[in-house]
């Protein structure tokens, strides 16, 4: 007499098929996090390597205005440290600039970067420089005081000879540049002892 055998199939059970789901699900939450992080990352180095470019090109802009101005000028910080130079028509002009202009002033406007030429008090002409500029101070080294100023108005003995702008860039950090200005007529250059970061900004 021959006995009957049922086959069983072997298969997984309800828990089993849940849990392993639950496994693949972390296991794919995790590469996607992984993923996505590694993207931002790229994202925000990339973020970092164009503003220390943009900001390098700028100081070299900066640079060569400096370098351009005239014996006969007027340098002044302004409360709001926008940076005035008065008594110039050939320094960061571009075409279209109404010929004429008097004075030029460099500015932060709602988060832009500006150059602005006057007429007596019109403006007659605005560049847009940098968008989302978040801060911007500019100092002038007062020799009498060896120390960085954010109050300044150039006189026949007592004109800028060091300026420095700082660019406020991540909350508790800046960048800076520091240019050297050419020095009025007859006046005496006196260099700086030692430069104090101690800057008063009035802010």
């Known amino acids: 007499m021959r006995e009957n055998r049922e086959t069983k199939t072997a298969g997984f059970t309800l828990l089993e098929v849940i849990a392993g789901m639950g496994i693949a699900i972390l296991i794919i939450g995790g590469v996607v996090s992984i993923a996505v992080g590694s993207m931002d990352l790229s994202v925000r180095s990339s973020q970092i390597r164009l503003s220390e470019i943009r900001y390098t090109q700028l100081g070299q802009v900066f640079r060569s205005a400096f370098d351009q101005l005239p014996a006969q000028r007027e340098i002044r910080v302004l409360p709001d440290s926008s940076l005035l130079i008065a008594g110039v028509n050939n320094v960061l002009r571009w075409p ?93 250059f006196q260099p700086p002892k030692k430069i104090n970061d101690n800057a008063d900004t009035g802010q």
């Open 96 to 188: 279209g600039v109404p010929p004429g202009s008097d004075a030029v002033m460099i500015r932060l406007n709602k988060g832009r970067l500006e150059v602005v030429h006057f007429l007596g008090n019109a403006e007659i002409a605005t560049l847009s420089l940098m968008e989302g500029v978040k801060g911007m101070t500019w100092q002038v080294f007062d020799p009498e005081l060896q120390e960085w100023v954010g109050n300044w108005v150039d006189t026949r003995t007592r004109a800028a000879s060091l300026i420095r702008i700082r660019f406020s860039t991540e909350p508790g950090q800046f960048r800076e540049e520091v240019f050297y200005i050419p020095l009025l007529k007859d006046s005496v």
